[in-house]
Nanobody, 122 residues
């Protein structure tokens, strides 16, 4: 079992920055792909970014590429999402996910955090 706890969400003005953290416990390690997804009110959950076990492979949604950076510190069992140049359309609940397969589909991930709210005001 893997437990994931997100933190770092909040209210920020457009153009600002936030850094989300996801602390993992349980059977964690570099074998797991770690990803961030988000879900805005009335919309489906969507992929944001994923990082491979060693941190050498990353992939981003087109809507956040160049503004968001995913990273991980395996020694601390923590994954980060640095979000810069935030836009009102980035407003959503952000979820951390872990899985052995990885990829862009939410169904590929076995473990999920409870989510953290990010609100970007215009």
């Amino acid at each position: 079992q893997v437990q994931l706890v997100e933190s770092g969400g909040g209210l920020v003005q457009a153009g600002g920055s936030l850094r989300l953290s996801c602390a993992a416990s349980g059977r964690t390690g570099s074998a797991y792909f770690m990803a961030w997804f988000r879900q805005a009110p009335g919309k489906e959950r969507e992929f944001v970014a994923v990082i491979g076990g060693s941190g050498g492979i990353t992939s981003y949604a087109a809507t956040v590429k160049g503004r968001f950076t995913i990273s991980r510190d395996n020694a601390k069992n923590t994954v980060y999402l640095q979000m810069n140049s935030l836009k009102p359309e980035d407003t959503a609940v952000y979820y951390c996910a872990a899985g052995l397969v990885g990829g862009l589909r939410s169904g590929s991930y076995d473990y999920w955090g409870q989510g953290t709210q990010v609100t970007v005001s215009s």
